[in-house]
């Protein structure tokens, strides 16, 4: 088959022709490969840029080279000028008359983000606001020109600028490295950390107008920059100096004026403006699967009333942007105790392509939440019957999962703090221990209605418990909440569990009622039920505990949600389920690493669906579980594969103990982003395959195609490679097999073509490296 590559410029075989790419022995797929024949069209000479963006400046790709882009600090000595920049991004502040942030710069792209000076930062004190920094007289917010910087005043009743601090960034929380993670994870996140410090208010110099703090506070606006990635975040502390307490009414930490995406001319009803093309979180998350969804509650679009120039007649283009929590906090700020907002996390993107722009997203999340990357392979198992979890354990421990968790319905009951049930359980966590399982459970917070009906959140409309996010939700300041948060801890200390399904989780409901000393009222009850939930989680992740949530508390220690998908569909006939379970895991990825999201793969029967639904007995559709198996592991993802077994033969034994041993085989590039521009959704009736690409490492790509049809497919791959970082020639291996492989040169569209045999129903995969280099004569 390898004859045809006769010119050098084409695919070379590098082994024996004859052997061809039977992997049935060493490969987990339990078919033969078809030959897989590789050659290439459109050739060139040199490496090419065609995947860069159109309106990229740099000469290194940052996603594909990272390590020229180091954070840095500089304060021009003439102009005064302070700037925090990495090479793809800056921020840029002048410190007199007050400090105020003067530009925000897409360096990747050469362009500016920022139109007008606003304040840093923005508090109400017992009802009076407070800005914190800033500038005033700027007489158009459409641009900045550096002559009105100098003839801008301080904004009266302002908090002075009196200094900064540069430093190294620090961890938010510790984390305990206990098992497998991506192989390039830093905590905390490397960088360079600003801080600046305001005090005493700016008195009113032109206006009768005066103002008076009610106790004198410091306010600290922290900045970080990250090291290769054209992220920042931001948040300030806030200090009582005085005697005696103040209330924090509400807070801004961050304002930024931002050059709008688009300014149509008319307003129309249903027709949306676009906002900034500008990514930006909080800590401050929940109520949601998406980062959209989880940050309603404190990222705010607005329009801008300053804006005049506006082409939008009725001035309502959404871009101002403040980030504050929806209502409250309302916090007591208490003399020397320091009051810390959450953090902001913003991410500048260097085009509007979507792929590069989920790509940027993940690589945040990498970065400033690297446990994200742990992804171990978990049962969960639907009794706690001791029989059936000891054995449990063995089959997890002989095909190689590392976890055992007790699922919903299994009898499990954390909340039970009594001697003999935290015996029981740290008995059954010795014995994994002993095979080298971890142990996990299951609890339900949201979504549940408890005695007495006062402790359950109150609905600011009705006065009643109910109509929250999930019907009804105990409220975590009351006296149920804090003994529930108390048992859940305390189970975890004494049995030696270290993994959790948090189900519900704290949505962000609001709650009426006063529930001294920890919740005011309606005002506090979100910012404080965050606080309550969120100690927990980072108390968790401190301890090494694997954290599975269905809501968006990633940065706050999680390490998993929801990948997406209808439970519904898990009853439907077991074809239907595997295009599901691809289509689920594209469509999730895009915003998610592979780790980021759970599926579901019901090994005994659920949601109903009867026989046609079910894959126990496991071994009379092995066919189906394997295929399950490959379309989740082959995309990085775990499942909750919820069941009482893993196997019930010898043939389904050694069927998942070949699969589990070719995923961790291959866990870091299976584990790395899925590149979707080079991948093809699922439809049930052609082809479709996964694509994972990282530049740094041995293994830079792999694919991995299903064939879903009744028959053989012959089809002509066109394939795209550039993040894999390479650009002339690549080494292709199927089956993983070093000894017979091909090199192609690519063409300058970064793409190789390569015809694939797919067997119906069946499942091809190969490697993607870099070329050798030959030794010099």
Same mark, same amino acid.
């Given at each position: 088959m390898w004859e045809m590559f006769s010119s050098p410029n084409q695919c070379s075989q590098q082994a024996n022709p004859r052997k061809g790419f039977n992997r049935m022995a060493s490969s987990p797929f339990l078919f033969l490969f078809h030959g897989l024949i590789l050659w290439i069209g459109h050739l060139m000479t040199?490496?090419?840029?065609?995947?860069?963006?159109?309106?990229?400046?740099?000469e290194t790709d940052w996603m594909l080279d990272a390590k020229p882009y180091t954070a840095s600090w500089h304060e021009d000595p003439v102009t005064g000028i302070c700037t925090l920049q990495n090479g793809l991004v800056a921020r840029r502040w002048v410190l007199a008359p007050n400090a105020a942030t003067i530009g925000v710069d897409n360096l990747m792209t050469s362009a500016p983000i920022l139109r007008s000076i606003r304040p840093e930062a923005s508090l109400i004190i017992d009802g009076m606001p407070f800005p914190v920094g800033g500038l005033q007289g700027q007489p158009n917010h459409a641009f900045i020109r550096e002559e009105w910087i100098q003839n801008m005043r301080e904004m009266n009743g302002s908090l002075r600028y009196t200094h900064y601090q540069v430093s190294q960034p620090l961890e938010r929380f510790p984390w305990k490295r206990v098992r497998h993670h991506a192989p390039d994870a830093v905590w905390p996140p490397k960088g360079i950390q600003v801080d600046f410090h305001y005090s005493g208010l700016v008195s009113g110099k032109e206006t009768s107008e005066t103002k008076t703090m009610p106790q004198p506070l410091e306010v600290v606006v922290?900045?970080?920059?990250?090291?290769?990635?054209?992220?920042?975040?931001?948040?300030?502390? &806030?200090?009582?100096?005085?005697?005696?307490?103040?209330?924090?009414?509400?807070?801004?930490?961050?304002?930024?004026?931002?050059?709008?995406?688009?300014?149509?001319?008319?307003?129309?009803?249903?027709?949306?403006?676009?906002?900034?093309?500008?990514?930006?979180?909080?800590d401050y998350a929940f109520g949601g699967f998406s980062v959209r969804n989880?940050?309603?509650?404190? &990222?705010?679009?607005?329009?801008?009333?300053?804006?005049?120039?506006?082409?939008?007649?009725?001035?309502?283009?959404?871009?101002?942007?403040?980030?504050?929590?929806?209502?409250?906090?309302d916090q007591t700020l208490f003399p020397g105790k320091p009051f810390e907002s959450f953090r902001t996390f913003m991410l500048i993107h260097d085009s509007e392509d979507r792929m590069r722009q989920g790509l940027a997203l993940r690589r945040m999340y990498r970065t400033i939440a690297p446990w994200v990357t742990e992804n171990p392979l978990i049962l969960h198992l639907t009794t706690t019957e001791e029989a059936s979890v000891l054995q449990a354990i063995d089959q997890a421990a002989i095909c190689g999962f590392e976890i055992v968790n007790f699922s919903f319905g299994s009898g499990l009951n954390m909340e039970n703090r009594g001697i003999e049930n935290h015996d029981y359980f740290k008995?059954? &966590?010795?014995?994994?221990?002993?095979?080298?399982?971890?142990?996990?459970?299951?609890?339900?917070?949201?979504?549940?209605?408890?005695?007495?009906?006062?402790?359950?959140?109150?609905?600011?409309?009705?006065?009643?418990?109910?109509?929250?996010?999930?019907?009804?939700?105990?409220?975590?300041?009351?006296?149920?909440?804090?003994?529930?948060?108390?048992?859940?801890?305390?189970?975890?200390?004494?049995?030696?569990?270290?993994?959790?399904?948090?189900?519900?989780?704290?949505?962000?409901?609001?709650?009426?009622?006063?529930?001294?000393?920890?919740?005011?009222?309606?005002?506090?009850?979100?910012?404080?039920?965050?606080?309550?939930?969120?100690?927990?989680?980072?108390?968790?992740?401190?301890?090494?505990?694997?954290?599975?949530?269905?809501?968006?508390?990633?940065?706050n220690g999680a390490n998993e949600a929801g990948m997406g998908y209808r439970e519904v569909n898990w009853s439907l006939p077991r074809l239907e389920q595997q295009i599901h379970t691809r289509q689920n895991i594209?469509?999730?990825?895009?915003?998610?690493?592979?780790?980021?999201?759970?599926?579901?793969?019901?090994?005994?029967?659920?949601h109903g669906g009867g026989e046609q639904a079910t894959i126990e007995p496991l071994s009379r559709h092995w066919e189906h579980y394997q295929t399950m198996l490959l379309s989740n592991l082959g995309a990085g993802v775990q499942a909750v594969y919820r069941g009482h077994r893993l196997f019930d033969s010898d043939h389904v034994r050694e069927g998942v103990t070949r699969t589990v041993q070719w995923f961790k085989s291959n866990r870091d590039i299976l584990e790395s982003d899925l590149i979707h521009t080079s991948s093809r959704r699922a439809d049930g009736t052609h082809p479709d395959w996964y694509f994972h690409?990282?530049?740094?490492?041995?293994?830079?790509?792999?694919? &991995?195609?299903?064939?879903?049809?009744?028959?053989?497919?012959?089809?002509?791959?066109?394939?795209?490679?550039?993040?894999t970082g390479l650009t002339d020639q690549i080494r292709i291996l199927p089956g993983g097999d070093q000894d017979n492989s091909a090199v192609c040169t690519l063409d300058r569209h970064h793409r190789v073509k390569i015809p694939v045999d797919l067997p119906a129903h069946g499942t091809e995969w190969f490697l993607i490296e870099e070329v050798p280099r030959q030794p010099m004569p």
């Open positions: 040199g490496p090419a840029h065609a995947n860069m963006p159109a309106a990229y400046q740099l922290h900045y970080i920059l990250y090291d290769g990635i054209p992220a920042f975040s931001k948040w300030m502390t &806030v200090t009582n100096q005085g005697d005696q307490s103040v209330n924090l009414d509400h807070f801004e930490s961050e304002i930024l004026a931002v050059i709008p995406r688009e300014d149509p001319v008319e307003t129309r009803e249903g027709v949306s403006i676009h906002e900034p093309n500008l990514h930006v979180e909080t989880s940050r309603r509650h404190s &990222v705010h679009w607005q329009p801008d009333p300053a804006f005049h120039t506006q082409v939008n007649y009725l001035k309502q283009n959404p871009c101002l942007l403040k980030v504050a929590p929806e209502r409250g906090p008995k059954l &966590v010795t014995y994994a221990a002993s095979k080298g399982i971890e142990l996990g459970g299951y609890s339900l917070l949201s979504s549940r209605r408890i005695s007495p009906d006062s402790d359950n959140c109150i609905h600011p409309e009705t006065g009643k418990p109910g109509g929250q996010t999930h019907g009804f939700a105990p409220a975590l300041a009351s006296d149920w909440g804090q003994q529930y948060l108390e048992s859940i801890q305390s189970f975890f200390e004494s049995t030696g569990f270290s993994k959790f399904v948090h189900d519900g989780s704290y949505p962000g409901d609001w709650d009426a009622a006063s529930r001294p000393p920890l919740q005011k009222g309606l005002n506090d009850s979100q910012w404080v039920q965050w606080k309550l939930i969120t100690r927990l989680y980072q108390w968790m992740r401190s301890e090494g505990i694997y954290l599975r949530v269905p809501d968006y508390y990633y940065l594209f469509d999730g990825t895009w915003e998610k690493t592979p780790s980021m999201g759970w599926m579901f793969v019901p090994l005994t029967e659920y690409a990282n530049p740094k490492l041995k293994s830079k790509g792999l694919w &991995v195609g299903f064939n879903p049809s009744n028959k053989a497919v012959e089809m002509d791959l066109l394939l795209n490679v550039y993040f």
